[in-house]
Nanobody
Framework: QVQLVESGGGLVQAGGSLRLSCTAS??????MGWYRQAPGKQRELVAT???????IYANSLKGRFTISRDSAKNTVYLQSNSLAPEDTAVYYC??????????WGQGTQVTVSS
């Protein structure tokens, strides 16, 4: 069973930045990335990265969020800049393996104050 451990969420003022981390118990994945879910809304993709390092972003969020990985640490990062109150959500790490199985982290709260 793959385990994902997230960290880096918290409270930040509008215009600020945060870096989220997700460390996996395996180094083998097809996709690994970040989704978010705001209160009363559906969970949505923020960004994901493939096993060969290609980054995929939600069109509406491209430019403010950057996904990267450290393969030696089995860790994927999400750098979030120019945060706005509408970015307030629970951010979840998700991994998809080569068998199309999906694994989710427990989520980390990001709150942006105005």
């Amino acid at each position: 069973q793959v385990q994902l451990v997230e960290s880096g969420g918290g409270l930040v003022q509008a215009g600020g930045s945060l870096r989220l981390s997700c460390t996996a118990s395996t180094s083998i994945f097809r996709f690994m990335g970040w989704y978010r879910q705001a209160p009363g809304k559906q969970r949505e993709l923020v960004a994901t990265i493939t096993s060969v390092g290609r980054a995929i972003y939600a069109n509406s969020l491209k430019g403010r969020f950057t996904i990267s990985r450290d393969s030696a640490k089995n860790t994927v990062y999400l750098q979030s800049n120019s945060l706005a109150p509408e970015d307030t959500a629970v951010y979840y790490c998700k991994m998809t393996d080569f068998g199309a199985r999906e694994y989710w982290g427990q989520g980390t709260q990001v709150t942006v104050s105005s």
